[in-house]
């Protein structure tokens, strides 16, 4: 089964609106953590946000925003005020168990800002 | 620039042979993980080591080897090439087991070819 699903392949956005992209995972651990990713056209892997499962709060990180749904297993990544570089393929990924484990990946979202 | 660094960038080779991808993760780091990102795979979690010993393993073919030497460095040995390995090879490093270093901070990649 999917541990992380994605189910947007492609999005797109005007510049200087929001935009959610979501996620959600499959999990019988009750410790793990959560993280998005960006990939730009350039190949690298960028990290953006991390949420813990035992975090009360959703994490932000200046225009990124994680809207953590534990009941629902759903961990959307909001961009506030898109702009033009934010253009890039977007991952989900999920470590379950203690910290330092692996990562779980999702098949990714492509996010396409238009002016 | 997320301090890990990865040689070499791009690598060109012809099935049947072997071929060494070098990581050297940030400052401070002591785990190191090796991903494969391809297109009929995705990103897929190889490999990992924590301070020199093996500490976990995903699906990573057994024509597939890795090491990591008492610099923290780390080699990913790749044999008996076929053209299926053509891939995006990531190397990430993390703190290690603890919430505030749990992060995966991802190298630029080695972009395998294998005609």
């Known amino acids: 089964a999917q541990k992380i699903t994605q189910t947007q392949p492609g999005m797109f956005v005007q510049e200087k609106e929001a935009v959610t992209l979501d996620c959600t995972y499959d999990?019988?651990?009750?410790?793990?953590?959560l993280f998005w990713y960006k990939q730009p056209s350039s190949g690298e892997m960028i990290f953006l946000i991390y949420?813990?499962?035992?975090?009360?709060q959703n994490a932000t990180e200046g225009r990124y925003s994680l809207n953590f749904q534990k009941a629902r297993k759903s961990a959307n990544l909001v961009i506030s005020a898109s702009q033009l570089g934010d253009s890039a393929m977007y991952f989900c990924?999920?470590?379950?168990?203690?910290?330092?484990?692996?990562?779980?990946f999702g098949a990714g979202t492509i996010l396409r800002v238009k002016s | 620039d997320s301090g890990v660094t990865q040689t070499p960038k791009h690598l060109i080779t012809a099935t049947g042979q072997r071929v060494t991808l070098r990581c050297s993760p940030r400052s401070g780091d002591l785990s190191v993980y090796w991903y494969q990102q391809s297109l009929d795979q995705g990103l897929q979690f190889l490999i990992q080591y924590y301070n020199g010993e093996e500490r976990a393993k995903g699906n990573i073919l057994e024509r597939f080897s890795a090491q990591q030497f008492p610099d923290l460095h780390s080699e990913l040995n790749l044999s008996s090439l076929e053209l299926g390995d053509s891939a995006l090879y990531f190397c990430?490093?993390?703190?290690?087991?603890?919430?505030?270093?749990?992060?995966?901070?991802f190298g630029p990649g080695t972009r395998l070819t294998v005609l």
């Open positions: 990924a999920m470590r379950e168990g203690g910290y330092g484990n692996k990562l779980v």
């Open positions: 949420q813990g499962s035992y975090d009360q």
């Open positions: 999990t019988s651990d009750p410790s793990y953590g």
């Open positions: 990430a490093s993390s703190v290690g087991e603890t919430r505030q270093g749990n992060e995966q901070f």
